[in-house]
DNA sequence: AACTTTTTAACAAACGTTTGCATAAAAATT
DNA sequence: AATTTTTATGCAAACGTTTGTTAAAAAGTT
């Protein structure tokens, strides 16, 4: 049996608008509010309403005000597609990252959001799960206006960048962060990965420390090969020696892989006396081992991470590591997305990159006695 | 100075293209391909266009074929405001998170947009950053219809409903996750708060320990009044004592305020031998401060933590937890969304209300001897 | 061959805003 | 009082799709 009955409803004011309940009445067409009502209402213009709401100056204050009211006695909520769709602006930006639960995604996005948010734009987030298919999937979907303009952290896999090589072509902004495209210049949010792990390095060599480790990431991931780098660099520039025997690359820096390379470590026959770790859960994994195996930090064996993870004062001793500045990083990212959005001077610059200063926090594992 | 100067491209295909160069040179008016061009460039109709696009059965597959080719080759992208704009569907979703950095919240919103994104919608994610005001923004800029569906987990300070009942009367698709309004019934998807709570004490009660503390979430908040409720409970049900001096409330559940409290319990005229922790920051911080003062665990004091947090399986010993299955629990939550969206003859349904099932995962912390 | 049915595609009207231009009224200037 | 200027509003087109209805052509049926 199929339907059609015509209810004729009462609304706020003095139209009268009509409710179609239609096909078995299940779909309840909920007429909202337009623009256009609050015109016939008040026997303006739709043109005069619209301005007056985007607080225009050609609107006298007096109607403003007007306009403001009955909006808000009808309820009225503007209808933020035909604006977008008219207006060709959506006030939407696109993420892409890797994972949203990793702890430096999260607090990149969240630093991401906070700045969208204070300037009027909101975010939409997509997980390429590190894979390169699915990156270019994203991307498509992100061709079709839903975004003005686009932030990404590059998939593990990706080694192609086609894809975004035509996002550009198409004029939408685009800002890489923390892994980026190494064979073109573009927009870039880094931190300054080979000065960290020089830095790190060093601070072991000054606690007397020669016989250095390091657990390393994933040596196709520009970062992590940075990071060796600096490590090698630091070595050498005191005067040391690198124990290439000492260097283990491990795929995810995962907890377990950091536990499996400690042990490899501290069982070859090179005994080392510090080990920089490419991030924190591996250099708790080295610590935790140490500690199994009675060996004591940072006296017999110093250790240092990587990003400050809450685990890093929470293991014990904490971790002397650096500070990656996530946060920081998504509030950066963010700004310079909207500002080649907005800014139509900017069509001059080409790309911009951005490097953050990092610094070493020393904690126990390094410096301090173990209490 | 002010000019209007124009270019003519030839353009892919044989029509030819004009771009428009305007004030001081400013604006590239980067006109896009659009579904009117194709029809033009095949002398078909938009509709003709649009339909085949969309696979619609009424167009030959002949032809589908010939718009599709044509797509490709000029290097068409749908508008999908325009597109949201006509068919009244955004295939969005918002999101609405106290913090994205924490990690129980980043590991939900995975799920959700794990479930999202293959039922081919994208997810807009906002913190309320626990702000009672910040929340009820966030709900104005949502009730925009930018949006088809909203996903909530409450602010901290959110104890009125009105600004979610509002969206409910406008027909707005709403699901609450773990942090849900206790005076109304609506969508909801939770874990069992008091079982997972009782059985976490029982264990401990299993294990021979009598004299037990809690260090509790903001009682305020529902979930962390069911986790005391069922402490309690558990503690009754097997004859024994609650000790009132040894339930202590921590505000935020951080590591920080979990020293503070384990100092407090410990040094308590009655000497607890077990504590539950209604998070693993605060038992992570339990079982620190027990090793620090050189006492057995779980020997003579036995930790529980909750949600299996990453650092659960990093301090030493192990933490005996709750499995919180947070990206089961996004992936409930999407799901139930995107069915209220999707299903008319969901009307029906005034409100779900699904619990997920948790589990006790027992380590080192309560069972087993410390190596 | 005259019909009915099926297949395929076109027409045209929306969807709810924004915005350039025109215009009317009021105020200011001469 | 005639004019210019300023202020406040209206008109109407446009943004790029989707979709209900209609029409023509092709295929099938007698």
Not at 343 to 359: A, C, F, P, R, S
Request: aromatic fraction near 8%; charge should be neutral; include cysteine.
């Amino acid at each position: 049996m199929h339907c059609t009955v015509y209810v004729w409803l009462p609304r706020a004011g003095t139209a009268k608008q009509q409710f179609i309940f239609e096909g078995k009445m299940k779909h309840k067409k909920a007429t909202r509010i337009t623009i256009k009502d609050l015109a016939q209402e008040l026997n303006l213009s739709t043109s005069t309403i619209s301005r007056a709401l985007a607080n225009h100056p050609g609107i006298s204050d007096q109607t403003k005000e007007l306009v403001n009211g009955v909006a808000d006695r009808l309820g009225f909520a503007p209808n933020s597609i035909a604006s977008s769709f008219r207006s060709r602006k959506t006030k939407a930006i696109g993420v892409i990252v890797p994972r949203i639960d990793i702890d430096f995604h999260s607090r990149v996005i969240s630093g991401i959001e906070a700045f969208a948010y204070k300037s009027g734009y909101h975010v939409t987030i997509f997980q390429s799960q590190d894979s390169y298919k699915r990156e270019k999937e994203i991307v498509k979907i992100l061709q079709t206006k839903m975004v003005e303009g686009i932030i990404v952290c590059l998939a593990m896999e990706t080694k192609n960048y086609d894809h975004f090589k035509k996002l550009l072509k198409s004029k939408v902004p685009l800002v890489f962060y923390d892994r980026t495209p190494d064979s073109f210049e573009t927009n870039k949010v880094m931190i300054n990965d080979f000065e960290s792990a020089y830095l790190a390095t060093e601070h072991l060599i000054q606690q007397g420390k020669t016989r250095l480790a390091h657990i390393a990431g994933n040596q196709t991931t520009g970062i992590f090969k940075k990071r060796l780098e600096g490590f090698k660099a630091a070595i050498e520039k005191n005067g040391l020696v690198v124990y290439e025997d000492l260097i283990l690359e491990a795929q995810h820096l995962s907890y377990q892989e950091g536990v499996d390379c400690a042990c490899k470590i501290l069982d070859s026959s090179i005994r080392p006396d510090g080990v920089f770790c490419a991030n924190d859960y591996t250099a708790a994994a080295v610590i935790q081992t140490l500690n199994k195996r009675h060996t004591a930090i940072p006296e017999e064996v110093a250790v240092v991470g990587f990003s400050n993870y809450p685990i890093a004062t929470i293991v014990e001793p904490h971790i002397t590591t650096i500070n990656d500045r996530a946060f920081q990083m998504g509030e950066a990212t963010g700004r310079l997305l909207i500002q080649h959005i907005e800014e139509d001077e900017i069509d001059v610059i080409d790309y911009q990159v951005i490097t953050l200063k990092t610094e070493l926090i020393v904690r126990e594992s390094t410096a301090e006695k173990r209490h």
